[in-house]
């Protein structure tokens, strides 16, 4: 018996060239994509911004991260797995690192807002820590699905 492959996957701060890439995968990832003048935007924030990527070397770009402190509190905007390699704990580290860099710069909560019916990221982000506050209804424009509103301690 063979041992399985290790990839180890490049985390990276995300740049203008990698906004084509970003848009196709958040295509593949969300019923309602941005487009690369949302991510553009992003990287605008600059270093009031947390945007970063992950890369398979054999594949591209696997996953990917827009996040912003605004005072005390961390937004997470956008986040994205390749769903031919979703459960692997990816979200997790990317949102861990998230945390980490928002809490380094004095955030103390974070929120962010998920489909209602996505059972799956509801389950992730509860699962580090996040806790339902509220719903915005109607929120997504594409179906009317209501989001929920969840928030952390940091």
Not at 1 to 23: F, I, Y
């Given at each position: 018996?063979?041992?399985?492959?290790?990839?180890?996957?490049?985390?990276?701060?995300?740049?203008?060239?990698?906004?084509?890439?970003?848009?196709m995968?958040?295509?593949?990832?969300?019923?309602?994509?941005?487009?690369?003048?949302?991510?553009?935007?992003?990287?605008?924030?600059?270093?009031?911004?947390?945007?970063?990527?992950?890369?398979?070397?054999?594949?591209?770009?696997?996953?990917?991260?827009?996040?912003?402190?605004?005072?005390?509190?961390?937004?997470?905007g956008?986040?994205?797995?390749?769903?031919?390699?979703?459960?692997?704990?990816?979200?997790?580290?990317?949102m861990?690192?998230?945390?980490?860099?928002?809490?380094?710069?004095?955030?103390?909560?974070?929120?962010?807002?998920?489909?209602?019916?996505?059972?799956?990221?509801?389950?992730?982000?509860?699962?580090?820590?996040?806790?339902?506050?509220?719903?915005?209804?109607a929120?997504?424009a594409?179906?009317?699905?209501?989001?929920?509103?969840?928030?952390?301690?940091?």
């Open positions: 018996m063979t041992n399985p492959v290790t990839v180890e996957l490049g985390w990276r701060r995300m740049e203008m060239k990698d906004l084509a890439a970003v848009s995968l958040d295509k593949i990832c969300q019923p309602n994509p941005w487009g690369p003048a949302n991510f553009q935007g992003e990287l605008l924030r600059g270093e009031a911004g947390f945007d970063r990527v992950l890369e398979d070397p054999n594949v591209g770009m696997v996953g990917y991260v827009c996040a912003w402190v605004v005072a005390d509190e961390l937004h997470i956008n986040i994205g797995v390749d769903p031919e390699i979703r459960r692997k704990g990816l979200a997790r580290g990317m861990n690192e998230a945390h980490d860099w928002a809490r380094n710069r004095g955030a103390k909560f974070a929120h962010l807002e998920v489909r209602a019916g996505n059972i799956a990221a509801i389950a992730l982000y509860e699962s580090l820590g996040y806790r339902r506050v509220g719903v915005r209804k929120y997504y594409d179906n009317n699905e209501d989001a929920h509103l969840l928030v952390a301690d940091l």
